[in-house]
């Protein structure tokens, strides 16, 4: 029986520890995604009842048998303490009220625009300067969330008041650039706070007063005298306001609930994602927890009684739907019903107790703070939502309500000291009042024997708070049930409690924030920042710390990252246990590199938290979102397709809806407001928000994109009745609700990067990659190869038939290793044939394979070479970006298992593994040397581990020169002679006299320009634009080129019309903007694939067309094509035909691309178009083509780079010297070799 009565002893004890001395130093960390999300599943398809508004609203009915002087209030008695109280002083005087206080939570948004956002150089915390700007007005009369102002703080000074310290600190509204004072007195006289830190107060300044002290200074100081300042005193009166420190980091209820035990322990927990911790509880409890969800569900469709039979059939169902946790288990399927069965016994009971219109005499309601001769009876009444997932950026929290329910609570209170029983009659000598009151209500389900109930309640009050901030209506308290006692308790906000935990949130924020470094332009930037501690010291309790589920990430940091000596604390034991095996260099390695991955996540932060600071319409302009859109209610999705859609992402994907650009409805097509425009494209994580504070309402993925819609896939349902009831202010003039879809940059976040590299350091942990990963020792090898190299196996040697030599070669290194080797191929050496065939001699002797890449389209196109094979593959991945070809090796194209043999036998059984890895992009974690990748680390250390493939056979031996040339010393060789000679023949000329018949005269004064493209002699190409002219020009922050893209197009038109097949012709550009404007142009013929250079890695095709892009007076040609690896890739995906189209004169300023315009004059490769060439060809010449653009904006940056002023980025990169110099003597090319090109 789960205890949830607590002493007062208990609870004091709880509370001292909540509040107990905020350590003085502080430091800093990194939050990451929500545990919570994997702790728990996402809900099944949940159609739920949506809540009219009056029902939402607070009714209060005050029903008096006799005595009617309690007062509601009295009935939710706020426990008051007396901890850190100082005497009290006059109250200050209110002179703002909220109505027309400006710097609520619109605040938030304001002052961003002028955010250097561009910047990466810059501390991004800290904006560039504040101007006003309009703030929205969302409050309305029955809102009950108090004011938030978003401030800078400027000065903290501490000083006296009445013998007792204070902090004073001047802020900066940021919204106002207006000057306040902040009183900081009692417990948050404590709070660590500095100059520049960006805080919330919460609550309401007033007009200020003077002291002496203040007029001196003043007249000192750069700032208003503090006389005329508004301000605020935070004490620890339960009316205080509130100071939220760092207010972007979003912590969780779940992890702050946590902290009175050790606050390293949650900062440490958001570091680092385990995967190791399924445990029965809680796999239990995520099961239990689904079917009084979908219980709950049932019941709002009106379908349901909960009785045995039901709650069989939804033990049954969630069993099936888990088996893969069963397996971690070890659990028989009929093990798990039985466990389950037992656990969900008292569904039942709940529902008649409990799920009720009105309060049963027998639904009991326990709260332990009740005062005497209280009682209280509940009744849920509705459910508002499951799952519900909120960020707050006003306090900094965020969390997962498990139900949202509407609550009807009937408090009782006699006025004798007799205990309210429900069947003793009331004697007449006493006297009873009832009230009763409805609000929207937190619902937390706990299944375990839980010992923790103390954070519960603090993780249940801290959802009362967001609760409030989405229902803009009274929330007082939430409710905790725990399943195994049968028993509801109720817990009330208290602002003690409240204030506590904040408190204990700003001390995380204050650590975690220590983490971002604050650089300043021009600092120098290599190696490992000097940030301070950023993790709390250890607690040194050898019970708590024994039994701590991070220990092993906590011993870790605390060797390698802190460096801590401790022969003599309480926990020295368990330390030199977890540790003592650890050397310095292995200790400085996972320092480093664990700095490099933080770095990778600030960016993923400081984007994530543009949706708050910025307007949809600022963050539309850089790419990252989509402003005003409408849902389109009339749009219906069939969802009984869940074919392509895995197990998995069928939770996230449970309802599709689809969103109209306002502007297109009203007719308006602006083709720079294309949805096309910008960073996001099919399959990117996304959020929908309505401004200003319905943040994050569902997440899901994006499935289609055209110029005016977009379809999008979520984990939630989105009503619009609901939002008006929470909003009434929102579509009140009649017009639509307008949403905004954000860019979701942080949905995988780097938990679980970090965990992996932490995986090699833990005392059981993988020692023999920790020796040849970290301690670079050498690999070994056998003298013969194992196993035999031409087995009987009828594919075996179909494929060993096909390797040339160097492949062979290569095949016997990998077959004689006992460690590691290295394959190194030069692009068209057949990598993915040699990488196919060593799969196949690998599983005809019995082993295993994970094939894994960066990118899907590598991993496909080794698999589209298995696709015969006869033993099975599993494939794992987003289906969505799966090859079609390679769809049935996914768990999604098998059977839906139903047993545990069967999962076993679906994930267990094949030998073979595919899936992709993640990637490292961070522009100063490359510079660290994230993007070294392991490939190059160990073939530096041990070139004997390396085996290279030189012959290829992709390229004819024109457009091999090129690479050959520029890159690889001339150490690449045609595989044959009908390689080397291959040209692309086309079989229908009609269409190029087709064609010429209106414009014969027009073409013939300079020849044809299209002709001479398609000539078969024609192998590389130069299509020099700049006489058309083709001017590249911006949407936001990213490039694009129009003429080049109407240039492409009519290439690709005129070589599908002459009999080329689509699939056979490929288009790169290294511009995401020209992706987006080519795959318009291109929408007829999508057999024609429109690729990155990253996408094309592993791929070729007959034809390339390559578009540049940039083409401008200045000069300017961007990073991305100052990255030569980038180029490499491109150039060496064509067969028989290369063409490049680009603006000469701007080009080839990069002294990289100075040299291959030096060849291929001197080759004369290079087609000087005629003015105009966009136009000549008439027939060519599309609708869809929009007039050129001959104005050139300001062209600084590439979209792609993730910093448009990186001046020393391309200095980092190496160097092509001379032609000659080959770059491939010495391996300093070899980074962007093994990282990039294929
Ligand atoms: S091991 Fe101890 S000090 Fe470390 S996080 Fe856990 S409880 Fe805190
Ligand atoms: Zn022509």
């Known amino acids: 029986m789960v205890s949830t009565s607590h002493t007062e002893a208990e609870e004091s004890a709880f509370m001292t520890d909540l509040l107990s001395g ?69 109250k200050l005087k209110h002179n703002e009220n909220r109505g027309s206080e400006k710097d609520s939570l619109g605040s938030l948004l304001e002052g961003a625009e002028d955010w250097d956002w561009e910047d990466m150089d810059s501390d991004f915390m800290t904006p560039k300067k504040s101007v006003k700007r309009t703030s929205y007005s969302h409050c309305h009369p029955n809102d009950p969330r108090p004011p938030s102002t978003r401030c800078t703080v400027k000065e903290v000074r501490v000083t006296k008041d009445n013998g007792l310290y204070q902090k004073e600190l001047t802020v900066v509204v940021e919204s106002s650039s207006q000057h306040r004072r902040v009183i900081l007195q009692d417990d948050w006289f404590d709070v660590y706070i500095r100059h520049g830190d960006e805080i919330n107060i919460i609550g309401t300044f007033s007009n200020g007063s003077t002291s002496i002290d203040d007029i001196s200074r003043a007249s000192t100081s750069s700032t208003p005298p503090p006389a005329t300042l508004p301000s605020i005193s935070l004490t620890s009166q339960p009316t205080s306001g509130l100071l939220i420190l760092h207010p972007d980091l979003l912590i969780t209820a779940t992890s702050l609930s946590s902290t009175p035990t050790c606050v390293r322990k949650p900062i440490l927990a958001t570091l680092i994602h385990s995967s190791s911790d399924v445990t029965p509880a809680l796999v239990w409890g995520n099961m239990l927890h689904e079917i009084t969800q979908s219980c709950l569900i049932d019941w709002t469709k009106g379908e349901s009684e909960w009785d045995e039979r039901e709650i069989d059939q939804k033990v049954d169902k969630e069993v099936r739907r888990g088996l893969g946790d069963l397996l971690r288990l070890n659990v028989t399927v009929d093990q798990a019903k039985r466990e389950l069965k037992l656990r969900a016994i008292g569904l039942k009971a709940f529902r008649e107790r409990y799920v009720h219109d009105t309060p049963k005499p027998e639904a009991i309601l326990t709260n332990t703070r009740s005062e005497r001769g209280q009682s209280s009876l509940l009744a849920i009444s509705g459910l508002h939502d499951i799952e519900e997932d909120i960020w707050s950026p006003k306090y900094g929290l965020k969390g997962k309500l498990d139900v949202s329910v509407q609550a009807i609570i009937e408090d009782t209170i006699t006025n004798t ?151 003599s604390s309480p926990i020295s034991d368990i330390y030199s246990l977890k540790t003592s095996h650890i050397t310095p260099t292995q200790a400085e390695f996972f320092k480093k590199w664990e700095y490099l991955i933080s770095l990778e996540e600030h960016d993923l932060i400081r984007f994530r938290k543009e949706l708050w600071t910025m307007t949809a319409k600022e963050r539309q302009s850089h790419g990252r979102c989509f402003a005003d859109m409408i849902l389109d209610e009339l749009y219906r999705h069939d969802i009984s397709t869940p074919q392509t859609v895995s197990k998995r992402e069928s939770r996230i994907h449970q309802f599709t809806y689809r969103f109209v650009k306002a502007n297109a409805l009203l007719g308006i097509h602006n083709p720079g407001d294309s949805l096309l ?121 179909k494929v060993l038939k096909l390797l040339n030599k160097n492949q062979e070669a290569a095949i016997r290194k990998v077959l004689s290793t006992l460690d590691y080797s290295l394959i190194l191929g030069m692009p068209g050496t057949g990598k993915t044939t040699v990488i196919a065939a060593l799969i196949l001699l ?29 033993f099975k593959i599993l494939r794992l991945g987003n289906v969505d970006k799966i090859h079609p070809d390679v769809y049935k090796f996914t768990l999604a194209a098998l059977k839906p298992a139903t047993t545990i043999e069967q999962l076993e036998n679906q994930v267990m059984s094949p030998p073979v593994v595919a899936t992709t890895c993640l990637s490292i992009d961070h ?48 150490r690449l060789r045609c595989g044959s002679e009908a390689v080397a000679k291959r040209s692309l023949r086309l079989s229908n000329f009609d269409f190029l006299d087709r064609l010429h018949d209106s414009t014969t005269k027009r073409c013939s004064n300079h020849g044809c320009w299209i002709e001479h493209l398609l000539n078969e002699k024609c192998k590389v190409v130069f299509v020099d634009t700049d006489d058309v002219p083709a001017r590249d020009s911006r949407v936001g922050d990213l490039t694009q080129n129009i003429t080049e893209a109407n240039l492409v197009h009519q290439v690709a038109e005129c070589l599908v019309g002459c009999g080329v097949a ?109 003015p105009n060439a966009d136009t000549i060809h008439s027939s060519l010449i599309t609708p869809t083509s929009t007039p050129r653009k001959r104005t050139v904006i300001d062209l600084t940056q590439d979209d792609d780079s993730p910093s448009p002023r990186a001046p020393s980025r391309s200095s980092k990169k190496p160097r092509r010297g001379g032609v000659d110099e080959g770059l491939l003597k010495g391996r300093p090319i070899l980074r962007d070799l093994l990282n990039g090109t294929s």
């Open 22 to 90: 905020i350590d003085d130093s502080f430091f800093d960390a990194i939050p990451s995604p929500d545990r919570s999300s994997k702790m728990r599943k996402t809900p099944s398809k949940s159609p739920k009842k949506p809540f009219a508004v009056s029902s939402l609203c607070t009714s209060v009915r005050a029903s008096t048998f006799a005595d009617t002087t309690h007062h509601q209030q009295n009935l939710s008695p706020i426990r008051k303490k007396a901890v850190f109280q100082t005497p009290r002083k006059p």
């Open 417 to 567: 000291s007799r205990q309210y029983t429900q069947n003793a009659p009331l004697r007449p000598s006493e006297s009873l009042s009832v009230a009763s009151q409805t609000h929207p209500t937190p619902l937390e389900l706990k299944t375990g024997r839980s010992t923790q109930v103390m954070e519960h309640r603090a993780q249940t009050m801290l959802y009362t708070l967001l609760m409030e901030e989405r229902y803009a209506t009274p929330v007082p308290s939430g409710l905790l049930y725990y399943t195994q006692s049968d028993e509801v308790v109720r817990v009330p906000r208290t602002m003690n409690e409240m204030r506590a935990l904040i408190q204990k949130r700003n001390e995380m924020a204050g650590y975690m924030m220590r983490r971002i470094p604050s650089e300043k332009k021009g600092q120098k930037k290599e190696g490992i920042k000097d940030v301070e501690d950023f993790l709390p010291p250890t607690i040194n309790d050898t019970r708590i710390c024994g039994r701590c589920y991070v220990v092993n990430t906590c011993m870790l940091y605390r060797k390698a990252v802190e460096r801590v000596r401790d022969t």
């Open 677 to 797: 425009n910008g960073h996001m494209s099919v399959g990117d994580a996304v959020t929908v928000s309505v401004e200003p504070d319905l943040l994050a309402l569902v997440r899901g993925f994006i499935v289609s994109l055209t110029p005016d819609e977009v379809v999008i896939g979520v984990d939630h349902e989105l009503s619009l009745s609901v939002i008006r009831a929470r909003r009434p202010y929102l579509g009140q003039d009649g017009s639509p609700i307008a949403f905004r879809i954000d860019k979701d940059e942080l949905f995988g976040g780097m938990g679980r990067i970090r965990e992996n590299l932490a995986c090699l350091f833990y005392a059981d942990g993988d020692t023999q990659r920790l020796e040849l990963v970290v301690d670079l020792r050498a690999p070994r090898f056998t003298e013969e190869p194992s196993g035999p190299l031409a087995p009987e196996h009828e594919a075996v040697a």
């Open 842 to 870: 690998l599983v005809c002797q019995g082993k295993s394979v994970l094939l894994t890449s960066y990118t899907h389209s590598a991993v496909d196109t080794i698999l589209l070479k298995l696709k015969h094979v006869d």
């Open 923 to 970: 522009r100063e974690a490359k510079r660290g040397g994230l993007d070294v990748s392991l490939f190059k680390r160990l073939s530096e250390a041990h070139p004997e581990a390396v085996v290279d493939l030189t012959d290829q056979y992709r390229m004819n031996e024109d457009i091999m020169l090129l690479s050959n040339r520029l890159i690889y010393s001339d």
């Open 1062 to 1170: 689509e699939e056979n012709i490929g288009v790169i550009t290294l511009y995401r903007q020209q992706i987006k404007l080519l795959s318009h142009r291109l929408q007829d013929h999508k057999g024609i694939e429109i690729l990155t250079a990253d996408r094309s890695q592993g791929r070729d095709k007959e034809v390339i067309i390559i578009s540049m892009v940039r083409s401008n007076d200045s000069g300017q040609v961007g990073d991305l094509l100052k990255d030569w690896r980038r180029i490499n890739v491109s150039f060496t995906r064509a067969r028989s035909k290369l063409v490049i189209f680009g603006s000469r004169s701007t080009l080839q300023a990069e002294p990289l691309l100075k040299e291959f315009f030096e060849l291929m004059d001197s080759k004369g490769w290079i087609l000087q178009l005629p």
